[in-house]
């Protein structure tokens, strides 16, 4: 495995009201270097939990996942 940090992290509603989608962006770094990853998803946990899986599985210059 690799170690991957978490910089930052934010969070946004996409449209207002209680059906709006949410978008995760992270800040992270490996020892690749910083990046970023994000998702998107009804439910703000799960939409957090897409983007640092996401940061977790990609490696600098592979963009496949």
């Known amino acids: 495995g690799h170690v991957v940090r978490i910089l930052s992290l934010s969070q946004h ?5 209680n059906s709006s989608e949410a978008i995760t962006h992270v800040e992270y ?10 998702g998107r998803h009804h439910s703000t946990t799960e939409a957090t939990l897409l983007a640092v899986m996401r940061a977790a599985n990609t490696r600098r210059g592979d963009t496949s996942r």
Do not use: E, I, V
Request: net charge negative; glycine share 14%; hydrophobic share 20%.
């Open 13 to 17: 509603s996409l449209t207002t009201g």
């Open 29 to 38: 770094d490996t020892d690749d270097g910083p990046n970023w990853a994000s």
